[in-house]
């Protein structure tokens, strides 16, 4: 089966957003490409030339988390919504409290972490940067 991993969009907060996922998830930049980095770029506005191409961040064998930042200068606009979630599935508890304390701080807690009715512990929110993340720890098989 093909994998999937999350794309994630930002208007020019990639590089910030990722340095918090970095220090929240552990690992290394598998990439990290600047606007300036490609072909055809030279028009591209001097504030807009920093911004992320393409980053991505392994959060484990499976799993890359990856984005770029907009251009506006090219008429891209970020819609943020709640369309789209990020859902972490943990090996503990611990581990869900650990990631839901570092990825909400500054956000907005929809859910804390909590026993949720249908028996997982589960919590959600959006982060500092308008990305929603899910965060669930089952002890079953789903």
């Known amino acids: 089966m093909a994998k999937m ?3 994630l969009n930002f208007d020019g907060q990639a590089e910030e957003a990722f340095n918090l996922y970095k220090s929240v ?5 598998l990439m990290v490409s600047r606007m300036s980095d490609g072909p055809g770029m ?3 506005p001097e504030n807009e030339k920093n911004r992320i191409m393409h980053i991505s961040l392994p959060i484990n064998a499976d799993t890359i988390l990856m984005a770029s930042d907009i251009l506006p200068s090219f008429g891209h606009v970020l819609n943020k919504g709640n369309s789209m979630y990020i859902s972490v599935h943990t ?3 611990e581990e869900a409290d650990r990631l839901f304390k570092g990825l909400s ?4 807690i929809e859910m804390p972490m909590e026993d949720a ?7 959600s929110f959006a982060d500092r940067f308008g990305i929603r993340w899910m965060i669930n720890y089952s002890t079953q098989q789903h």
């Open 5 to 7: 991993n999350p794309y």
């Open 25 to 29: 998830f552990g690992g290394e930049f």
């Open 42 to 44: 030279e028009n591209v």
């Open 91 to 93: 090996e503990s508890r």
């Open 105 to 108: 701080e500054g956000g907005e």
């Open 117 to 123: 009715f249908w028996g997982d512990y589960f919590g």
